[in-house]
């Protein structure tokens, strides 16, 4: 977990002032937790309104069950899980509403000409992004989830596995893994990516 | 691009698992390299999440519109005696009480009992729902609610259901869990949105409904086989009272039907019975026809600003060659000229 964020300490503190009706304690939960928590929805439903209703939901339903929060699990994790079973419901149902079978922003980027002239050493930081992102899209969904939850909101093992519900060695193996097939299709984008990296500054 | 976590370190178990492996150090560029790809842009209206967070969990808060003179009713949670049946909320009624009463009992007392709300005749009512949606009340409607708004634990499931009985304009808050309103003769779903419906079971023959934003779903309660509409903003449609399906929808006038809501009359279509029965439902008078048989004519009115009932009356009658006299508790209405009424 980075520095900034609030500890484990801090966190399990808010779950037991929630457990005796701290409305308080949710209003620190919330401006510790909102913003990350909605970005993480975003990145899953790909749209503002919709993240902050769904992020408005899952503290909804930490206070509705806040007399039965298991003190041994992290508050944090919790909060995750119920955000990402919120998002997977609505995308299902979305997708029944809807009939909307194809993400047209992703399908976008999937359909970008891969010219050998992109692959160049001007290529952008922003079309290096583009690439990014579709990797990832194409990556196995364990995989995909366990890179997000680490890389992007930070989570530690024992809390992506609490979200994913599986060990924290297998959230290990799904990153390396991850990390693994990355590097995989980087190199078929050609050697530039390594001289990339230095002149994006982020690799030291 | 904005807040990428560029500098997240490796959590140390990846770090250690990397450590051993041959391709570790390249493994450690990709992760790096990640911070381009988080491409998170919007706004996150941090403040006004958590207000409609902190309505949700206060079981709705007063609503205060200032160009609305709607009187603002959020009802105690408990299933109160007076509220069991349709209470009869006077002027002065205990609003403090009730107020008190609300947070006295507090979130954990609150039954799943039904609780009714009654516009009185003459009063228009804003309720808040539990879910922090509203419904505004037309004079004499009355909504009743249960189920679906409780949330006992994670067990917060069923649609958030609305009975109505008359004619409420509802701002709904968006949620995953569909709002239903249903009435006699049809059902309406939505997710989030504004919208009104108009369902007497003392006249018209059926439920109207009015879309003025977002999408809401139709459907005939008599349907025997799927015949929902969909309704966009500005789309309306009607459920006759023994239909299977909603009527072809069509363009219509949210505002002017909705006109209710600034203090505005209107109806279109409509014979002068339902017109009537309409002024006594938002005037709170008895109207009493004297010698009058009342045609099956059909008339539309519009008054955008608060009429009196006397410059509807006036109109009404001098089109209709009628007239009308004050009585103790409203109004006669009798024909023009061959039989002067003697108050």
Redesign the interface.
């Known amino acids: 977990m980075s520095d900034q964020t609030p500890g484990t300490e801090q966190y399990a503190e808010w779950a037991r002032q929630l457990a005796v009706n701290d409305a308080a304690a949710l209003r620190g939960l919330f401006d510790a937790a909102y913003e990350p928590l909605w970005r993480s929805v975003m990145r899953l439903v790909n749209d503002e309104s919709t993240a902050r209703d769904l992020a408005q939901d899952a503290f909804v339903r930490i206070w509705d069950r806040r007399t039965t929060l298991d003190p041994s699990l992290s508050l944090r994790a919790l909060l995750y899980r119920t955000v990402r079973n919120l998002a997977l419901n609505h995308l299902r149902d979305e997708q029944t509403r809807r009939h909307l079978l194809e993400d047209p922003e992703a399908a976008g980027i999937a359909a970008r000409p891969r010219d050998a002239a992109s692959a160049d050493k001007e290529m952008e930081a922003s079309e290096l992004a583009l690439r990014l992102q579709q990797f990832i899209a194409e990556l196995p969904p364990r995989q995909r989830e366990a890179l997000r939850l680490s890389r992007f909101d930070g989570l530690s093992h024992q809390e992506i596995a609490d979200v994913m519900g599986c060990a924290p060695r297998t959230v290990n193996n799904h990153l390396v893994r991850a990390l693994e097939q990355l590097r995989a299709r980087l190199s078929t984008i050609g050697t530039v990516v390594s001289s990339l990296i230095v002149s994006a500054g982020a690799f030291p | 691009?904005s807040?990428t976590?560029?500098s997240?370190?490796l959590?140390p178990?990846?770090l250690s698992?990397?450590a051993q492996?041959p391709?570790g150090q390249?493994?450690v560029?990709?992760?790096?390299?990640?911070?381009?790809?988080?491409?998170?842009a919007?706004?996150?209206?941090?403040s006004?999440?958590?207000e409609?967070?902190s309505a949700?969990?206060s079981q709705g808060r007063p609503i205060l519109t200032p160009s609305q003179p709607i009187r603002v009713l959020t009802p105690p949670m408990s299933g109160k005696a007076h509220l069991r049946s349709q209470p009869r909320w006077r002027q002065t009624a205990p609003w403090a009480l009730a107020a008190t009463l609300a947070v006295a009992v507090g979130l954990s007392a609150w039954q799943s009992r039904p609780v009714n709300i009654t516009a009185p005749l003459g009063q228009q009512l804003a309720v808040n729902l539990p879910d922090g949606s509203t419904a505004e009340l037309n004079a004499g409607s009355s909504i009743r609610y249960t189920r679906g708004f409780r949330?006992?634990?994670?067990l917060?499931r069923g649609d958030r259901g609305v009975a109505l009985d008359g004619e409420a304009y509802f701002t709904v808050v968006?949620?995953?869990r569909p709002f239903t309103v249903s009435t006699d003769e049809a059902k309406v779903t939505v997710l989030?949105t504004e919208f009104l419906v108009r369902a007497h079971r003392d006249e018209l023959d059926g439920t109207r409904v009015a879309v003025q934003s977002g999408r809401v779903r139709v459907s005939a309660n008599l349907a025997e086989r799927e015949s929902a509409v969909e309704l966009g903003a500005g789309q309306g449609t009607f459920v006759a009272r023994n239909a299977q399906a909603p009527d072809v929808v069509q363009d219509v006038g949210v505002d002017r039907l909705a006109a209710w809501r600034r203090g505005g009359f209107w109806l279109v279509d409509q014979p002068l019975s339902a017109i009537f029965r309409e002024l006594e439902r938002r005037y709170a008078v008895d109207i009493r026809l004297r010698d009058v048989v009342v045609g099956e004519e059909r008339l539309s009115v519009y008054y955008p600003e608060r009429p009196s009932i006397e410059t509807i009356l006036s109109d009404l009658c001098t089109r209709g060659g009628l007239r009308y006299s004050r009585t103790s508790r409203g109004f006669d209405i009798s024909p023009q000229a061959e039989r002067p009424v003697t108050p």
């Open positions: 691009m807040h976590p560029s997240r370190p959590p178990e990846l698992e990397l492996r391709e390249e493994l560029q990709v992760w790096e390299l990640l911070a381009l790809a988080d491409p998170v919007g706004s996150p209206e941090a006004r999440v958590w409609r967070i949700e969990i949330r006992l634990g994670g917060a968006r949620q995953t989030g």
